[in-house]
Every structure is written in structure tokens, then in C-alpha cells.
């Protein structure tokens, strides 16, 4: 236990002015239990700062073959170990400058030992939340209707809202929002994702019952679909077709639908093009129009991340290309882009790439790190900065 006079001589061999140092004196030494690695170091910004202090959780997720993250209840975190030249200490009930000043009952000499030390700590920065393996999982068992023989015989492969917290990174709040994105529900309290051809059918059934009504698309009455369509299928299924192609609205206590033309439009086009290798431009351009609604326009503005044109082929040609279907990773998701087309144009790749954009980063930002510019034609056109085999 050192003294006063021997921490005086301390300083004068250091060439320090006691004069220039705070009155007490923090003198150290390593509890025989303190070891590295048992405690971790994490360094927060003020925003999570506040949601522990506000009594709320972080929780890391990941899965063994998966690098962690840490999710608030709206944000997902990145975590990486950074490393320092200077070692940290961890000393229990440990008093900062101000602390003494204002504390003029501290004692001279303060004994402390040290509970731990380490040489890191986690770094969190702000990242996409990695959603692509949501809808994976729901795809692993389609809801089919209420009478499909495949729904009876299934009992696994359904997932709760605790199930996709579990399995998926991201928080609670960007899985809820990637749900609604994807069009899924809540079926006795499992999160499932409709078989498209039931979905088609859902909507074929709304859409026939506004035409032979005559009703605007702007104001279908909720009450009246679900008297006329609930004999054909179950009344919730009715709902959230509804909420999945339109905007709920109430007029004079009644609830009406506005429905979305566009996204009405680009999921007739998906269903016409997902049985095709290549489609004529032209003819599909046809078909696209008489198998809408009436009413409805189509325009190729409505197939962005869902089918890419071939204007280089004669005759032109149309495919399906689902942005969702592409990797999560960037350099990944460029690599299959430039094997599916050697040379894109800014607006061809920017609907397959727009998500991969993090918070202020532009589709040009991306294209510049990940792709080489030429000019072609008189057109600037992307490739590969790499070899892609």
C-alpha cells in the first residue's frame, strides 16, 4: 500500500508537478482474478446508449456459419472487433476528474484494484438488415388456401414472429416492414407467405367483382367484397389480398380500398413471364395489356427489379429477373449480374443494385466502387472490374 511520500517521490522522478494533478491518487493493482478476455468492451453511440438507459434491449443474432450483428428494436449493427495499443482497464466504482472534484471528502490515496483488462473491444456500425433468408423460410411452405391437401399433411416448416427473431438479422421492426413488403400474414399465429398462384387467384376474384360492379379502383367497400367473396374464400384471405394490392381508407365510417394499379400490373406480368425462358417484347407487351383489368395500363416502368429487357436481341426480348432472388452481398450480387450481361447501363443495373445502397450512398457511389465505365455507342455502359468465370 503505497504512502503519500511514495507516490510523491513517484512524480518528482516522472518530472511531474503535483501542482498540475488533482489532490487524490489512484493507486492500482491487479485483483489475482483478473484475466483478458472474460469481460468484452462495447463501444455504443448516444442513440443505443439511450435505449439501455431506457430500460429497452440489444440482442446479437446470428447463427454459427454467420458474422454477428446487433439489432435494436429498429436498427441493425455490424459488429468487429477493433483493436487498441493501449490497454483497457476494467476497475469497478472507478471515479472520473469530475467525480473527485466534486467529491471534496475523497481520500488522498484511493487503492483499486483492477477486475479485468483487454486489448479490444466490438466497433458496431450501422448496416442492412439481412432479410433475404425471410422470405427463404417462408417459401419452404407456401400457404395453398385452406383446403390444399399439402396444408394438412404439413406441420413443420412454419415460423412465429419469436422463430424469424431467432433465425433472421435484422430487429423486430425491419423483419415486421420486410413481412409487409413480401405481402405475408399471419395465419394462426404462424407468418406464412401465399403460393403465388393462390395469390393470383385471391386477386382475380377482387378484381372480377370490381368489374362487374363497375366500382372505381380507387373506392372498393371492404363489406361488400367480403358478403360477395366469403362464400369462395376465407374472409381474412379476402382482407389481406385487399391490403396487400391497395390503401385502406375510411369514408362516412365505411372502409374502402384504393387499389394499386402498378403493383395489380406487376404482378399480372410476373405471372404471364414466369413459365418463359424469353419472351418477344412485343407480343408480351400485348398479352400484358389484355390480361389486365380493364382500366388498367401497363407500362414497362412497372417490371423495375422483376424482368429486364433485351433491346440488343432481334426481335427484342423480354425475361424475368427478380431482384429479390439476387445475393445479399455486394460483390456477390455484381458477380451475378455481370455473368447474366457482360455490359450494363446505369438504368438497366440501377433497380438490381438500388437496395444494396447504404444510409447517403447513391446507385453511381456503388457502380464506381464495384464496375469499370467504357463508353459504347456513344452510351456509357458498366462491366466487371474483375474476371467473372
Request: proline share 5%; net charge negative.
Amino acid at each position: 500500500m503505497r504512502s503519500r511520500e511514495e507516490v510523491e517521490a513517484t512524480l518528482h522522478i516522472a518530472k511531474l508537478n503535483p501542482a498540475e494533478l488533482l489532490p487524490p491518487v489512484h493507486c492500482l493493482r491487479f485483483s489475482p482474478r483478473a484475466s483478458a478476455g472474460e469481460c468484452c468492451l462495447l463501444q455504443l453511440e448516444p442513440g443505443l446508449c439511450a435505449e439501455l438507459e431506457a430500460g429497452r434491449s440489444l440482442v446479437i443474432r446470428g447463427e454459427k456459419d454467420e458474422q454477428a450483428v446487433l439489432c435494436s428494436k429498429d436498427k441493425t449493427y455490424d459488429m468487429k472487433i477493433a483493436d487498441t495499443s493501449n490497454m483497457l482497464l476494467f476497475i469497478p466504482g472507478c471515479k472520473t476528474p469530475e467525480q473527485l472534484l466534486a467529491d471534496q471528502a475523497s481520500c488522498n490515496i484511493i487503492h483499486t484494484q483492477i477486475a479485468g483488462f483487454s486489448n479490444n473491444y466490438w466497433e458496431l456500425r450501422k448496416c442492412r438488415p439481412k432479410l433475404k433468408k425471410l422470405k427463404k423460410l417462408l417459401m419452404e411452405n407456401p400457404y395453398e388456401g385452406p383446403d390444399s391437401e399439402r396444408e394438412k399433411a404439413l406441420t413443420d416448416s412454419k415460423y412465429t414472429m419469436e422463430d424469424l427473431l431467432d433465425r433472421i438479422q435484422a430487429s423486430e421492426e425491419e423483419i415486421l416492414h420486410q413481412l409487409q413488403v413480401i405481402n405475408a400474414c399471419e395465419i394462426e399465429g404462424y407468418w406464412r407467405v401465399l403460393e403465388f398462384d393462390y395469390e393470383m387467384k385471391l386477386l382475380n376474384h377482387v378484381t372480377q367483382l370490381i368489374d362487374s360492379e363497375s366500382w372505381s379502383f380507387s373506392k372498393v367497400p371492404l363489406s361488400i367484397c367480403l358478403q360477395e367473396l366469403g362464400p369462395l374464400e376465407p374472409e381474412e384471405m379476402i382482407q389481406h389480398i385487399l391490403l396487400s394490392y391497395g390503401m385502406k381508407y375510411t369514408d362516412e365510417d365505411e372502409v374502402y380500398f384504393e387499389m394499386k394499379a402498378d403493383k395489380i400490373c406487376t404482378a399480372t406480368a410476373q405471372m404471364l413471364l414466369q413459365n418463359a425462358v424469353k419472351f418477344n417484347l412485343a407480343e408480351f407487351q400485348e398479352v400484358w395489356q389484355q390480361s389486365v383489368p380493364e382500366g388498367l395500363t401497363t407500362r414497362l416502368d412497372q417490371l423495375k427489379g422483376l424482368a429486364l429487357l433485351d433491346r440488343n436481341s432481334r426481335p427484342e426480348t423480354i425475361f424475368l429477373l427478380k431482384v429479390e432472388e439476387l445475393p445479399e452481398d455486394n460483390q456477390e450480387r455484381f458477380n451475378k449480374l455481370f455473368t447474366i450481361r457482360e455490359k450494363w447501363t446505369e438504368a438497366d443495373i440501377a433497380p438490381y443494385i438500388q437496395d444494396l445502397c447504404a444510409e447517403k450512398q447513391t446507385v453511381a457511389a456503388l457502380l464506381t466502387k464495384y464496375a469499370r465505365s467504357s463508353m459504347q455507342n456513344g452510351v456509357k455502359v458498366y462491366n466487371s472490374r474483375r474476371p467473372i468465370s
